[in-house]
């Protein structure tokens, strides 16, 4: 019945979005001998709460922390395997999204008044050190792989102004990025704004 002209995502208070009636609706509405004065509407967004308002973000945001380690582990040289392979993480900015908990099946929460996305940018370093000789390397020699990518939970359910933090879906970046710029790009165009968690009063 109604379309959002544009990007609907990540929108702030004082935003301007155009709401549409469909030419179904309009179609449906002239068959019974009526008639809109507009077809369309410009609307001012008002009334969404910041994002720090919303409780347990801090909890969620030392679970997103967590989330680089539990998916690389280090894995020490064995018996069979002829090196060590071991990894260092380097935190970048953190992004947030505002999602629709309605559009989403993670979470089947009839209650939920909306969802947000979480994540976190990381340089993951790997570093693989030989033990012993192989066909291809030698003992001593170490290799070093860097890749830029993001850690976080997707639409996480808000219920009584709080998250819900059960039956998570956690996300990890799939893009090759050159670095940590691109990283912020890519969330930038899935519709992240960057998100600084808001320090205690002194």
Known sequence: MLSIEGDSQGLSNGDKITVTLSDEYIDNMLTEGKAPSEDSIEIEVAGLKEFSGIGKIDTL????????????????????????????????????????????????????????????????????????????????????????????????????????????YDVEGYSDNLDMDAVYAELEMDGYTEYTPQQPAA
């Open 61 to 168: 945001l030392d679970m997103v922390a967590k989330l680089p380690s539990e998916t690389y582990e280090d894995e020490p040289a064995g018996e069979v395997d002829s090196h060590s392979v071991k990894y260092a993480f380097e935190s970048g900015k953190t992004y947030i999204r505002l999602d629709s908990a309605s559009s989403y099946s993670y979470q089947d929460d009839a209650n939920a008044e909306t969802a947000i996305s979480l994540v976190t940018a990381y340089k993951v370093t790997k570093t693989t050190t030989y033990v012993e000789d192989t066909y291809s390397n030698k003992a001593g020699d170490v290799e070093t792989e860097v890749r830029y990518t993001y850690f976080g939970y997707q639409n996480v359910s808000v219920y009584n102004g709080s998250l819900v933090l059960s039956d998570l």
